[in-house]
């Protein structure tokens, strides 16, 4: 198994340019979720879903979007990048019945200049 | 502000000493984890504690749920240069079972 997988890994955006971060995983997980992490702030939960077709808004969800169309999917999108976005994102999974047991995939370092 | 609170944020310590991190809130949580995360990777589960008071051992690591739930301790016996990394607390509150809150996290290098 692969587990949870992200693509791309690194990325440099200009200000004003969109993009889609692409999570995958294989463990059948009905919960996904995105983080943003920041030097000495720890994770940052930014969208979450807790089901194919459903979403819902975390810690800090203001410029981005997501979609889960797929259970095994989920989409985190940036409409209109702003240098405040600089982050490495991280997406995870869980089981539904422990949530709080969230396996991480290895992270997408994103700069926006 | 975060809920949670780590300390120390960084810790250099040599192999075969001991040490602790602390993880501290005024909030109380349904559970509790730690992850440890190694550089260019994402976070690794180590434990969960759900039990105010409880204790639990992975080989030479020691955690601990304090008997409020408001905060927690790692406790590391004789360190390895193995055990270098960032060390991550985590709660999940009663009502937000699926949201969790992470600290800032402990930095850890233990020199040979």
């Known amino acids: 198994n692969a587990g949870v997988t992200q693509t791309p890994k690194f990325r440099v955006l200009k200000t004003g340019q969109s993009m889609t971060l692409l999570c995958a995983q294989d463990m059948n997980h009905e919960y996904m979720y995105w983080y943003r992490q920041d030097p000495g702030m720890g994770l940052r939960l930014i969208h979450y879903s807790v089901g194919e077709g459903t979403t819902a808004k975390g810690e800090v969800p203001d410029g981005y979007n997501v979609s889960r169309l797929k259970k095994q999917n989920f989409l985190l999108g940036l409409e209109s990048a702003a240098p405040s976005q600089t982050s490495v994102y991280f997406c995870?999974?869980?089981?539904?019945?422990?949530?709080?047991?969230?396996?991480f995939g290895p992270g997408t370092r994103l700069t926006v200049t | 502000t975060q809920l949670l609170e780590q300390s120390p944020q960084f810790l250099s310590i040599q192999e075969g000493e001991n040490l602790t991190v602390y993880c501290n809130s005024s909030s109380v949580f349904s559970s509790l984890q730690w992850y440890r995360q190694e550089p260019g990777e994402g976070p690794v589960l180590l434990v969960t504690v759900v039990t105010g008071g409880e204790v639990k051992k992975l080989k030479r690591l020691t955690f601990q749920f304090g008997d409020a739930r408001k905060d927690s301790s790692l406790h590391i016996t004789a360190a390895q240069p193995g055990d270098t990394g960032l060390y991550l607390c985590?709660?999940?509150?009663?009502?937000?079972?699926?949201?969790?809150?992470f600290g800032g996290g402990t930095r850890l290098m233990v020199k040979p």
């Open positions: 985590a709660g999940a509150r009663d009502n937000a079972g699926n949201m969790l809150t």
């Open positions: 995870a999974s869980s089981y539904g019945d422990r949530p709080y047991e969230q396996y």
